[in-house]
T-cell receptor, first 115, second 116 residues
Framework: AQKVTQAQTEISVVEKEDVTLDCVYE???????LFWYKQPPSGELVFLIR??????QNEISGRYSWNFQKSTSSFNFTITASQVVDSAVYFC????????????FGKGTHLIIQP | DTGVSQDPRHKITKRGQNVTFRCDPI?????LYWYRQTLGQGPEFLTY????????KSRLLSDRFSAERPKGSFSTLEIQRTEQGDSAMYLC??????????????FGPGTRLTVT
């Protein structure tokens, strides 16, 4: 069985602070795929990044960066110099490599950026 | 580029009634997914199609739920004899196949179902 754990239910920071959202996953597959999605108050899930299990390179996209560590089964997401527009619920998701195509989502982290 | 669209956006129904939702995927995507999301939870996978073939169904998809994608384009999700526990946001997503350069799932705005 696959599982994604986002232990932080809610995080509140002041604008311009850096913030890291944690994601820990469990899977028996040797090949798997990880994703982060953003769900703003409007409700529509927005794709942010994907990562394959065989590619452990970290990635940076503007103020966003992702740290993938297979040794600890973690795929953490950092926002640098946070902005009010970053306020949303963020979901980490896992897709196994065994043919099952549905994503397993964590419960999400509600990020609140205060001005 | 047109994204995933869903109709209706909101549906209020009485317990015991049948409801049907529609999803139109991104045009070049041959994979289509249905998820359900309840308040404070992440989306939960229900089922998915590759073209017109339904390839996977979650245990969450009870006998009262049925999904179709007759021509490999749009899809419908029907819930028969709705129960209050069916109240949720129903999300549709589409993607290209795994192995292509861009296989992530793109989500529609969802249909919010309220069963009274």
């Amino acid at each position: 069985a696959q599982k994604v754990t986002q232990a932080q239910t809610e995080i509140s920071v002041v604008e311009k602070e850096d913030v890291t959202l944690d994601c820990v996953y469990e899977t028996r597959d040797t090949t798997y795929y990880l994703f982060w999605y953003k769900q703003p108050p409007s409700g529509e899930l927005v794709f942010l990044i994907r990562r394959n299990s065989f590619d452990e390179q970290n990635e940076i996209s503007g103020r966003y960066s992702w740290n993938f560590q297979k040794s600890t089964s973690s795929f953490n997401f950092t926002i640098t110099a946070s902005q009010v527009v970053d306020s949303a619920v963020y979901f980490c998701a896992l897709r196994g490599g065994g043919g099952a195509d549905g994503l397993t989502f964590g419960k999400g982290t509600h990020l609140i950026i205060q001005p | 580029d047109t994204g995933v669209s869903q109709d209706p956006r909101h549906k209020i129904t009485k317990r015991g009634q049948n409801v049907t939702f529609r999803c139109d995927p991104i045009s070049e995507h041959n994979r289509l997914y249905w998820y359900r999301q309840t308040l404070g939870q992440g989306p939960e996978f229900l089922t998915y199609f590759q073209n017109e073939a339904q390839l996977e169904k979650s245990r969450l998809l009870s006998d009262r739920f049925s999904a179709e994608r007759p021509k490999g384009s749009f899809s419908t999700l029907e819930i028969q004899r709705t129960e209050q526990g069916d109240s949720a946001m129903y999300l549709c997503a589409s993607s290209l196949p795994l192995g292509t350069a861009s296989y992530e799932q793109y989500f529609g705005p969802g249909t919010r179902l309220t069963v009274t």
